[in-house]
């Protein structure tokens, strides 16, 4: 999922492809890749400056934070992105990020790594806490079932045991 800058001159160039979800090896992530991935996007190159405007598109599958059930996230994303060459990353380490900052990245060796681009927006595209929908009741916490689709008859009040004795005391 590279782009090769070394075959492109300058100008203008056009990215129109169609990414399957096996291309992302997304092993330990907190989410699964529900469909293809689509990517339509402009490269402009001047000098050693490169920038992608453009489009992404894809299906995220997320685990619901409260009853564990997988559920659909839309990834609807515009990108502008400035490239520069990794040589020019040779920034202060304690120096406070600006606005300019966040739409520039580096690449390496005339390539761009478009996966790691559409990776980030990915998460990006994430809930901080993910719920399946806005009044889910999660998971019992006794007996564990789904209180979504079951019903049960634990008892969920919480006694905090440290105050058995002062119980005791009172009766």
Not at 73 to 91: E, K
Request: contains cysteine; charged residues 30%.
């Amino acid at each position: 999922m590279f782009y090769d800058l070394s075959k492109f001159r300058g100008g203008v160039d056009r990215i129109d492809r169609q990414y399957e979800p096996a291309a992302f090896r997304l092993t330990g992530e907190e989410f699964r890749l529900a469909g293809p991935v689509s990517l339509s996007a402009e490269v402009q190159k001047d000098a050693r400056k490169v920038r992608i405007a453009g489009h992404l598109t894809a299906t995220l599958e997320c685990d619901c934070s409260r009853c564990l059930e997988p559920f659909p996230i839309g990834v609807d994303a515009a990108l502008d992105v400035m490239f520069l060459p990794a040589d020019q990353n040779v920034g202060v380490a304690d120096r406070e990020v600006g606005e300019d900052d966040l739409g520039v990245a580096f690449y390496r060796n005339d390539e761009i790594d478009l996966g790691e681009l559409m990776r980030e927006q990915f998460y990006v595209a994430l809930p901080m806490k993910p719920l399946c929908h806005e009044d889910c009741r999660g998971l019992c916490p006794v007996c564990g079932i789904n209180r979504n689709r079951e019903t049960c008859s634990c008892r969920t009040e919480w006694v905090d045991p440290r105050m058995e004795a002062l119980r005791k005391l009172k009766r």
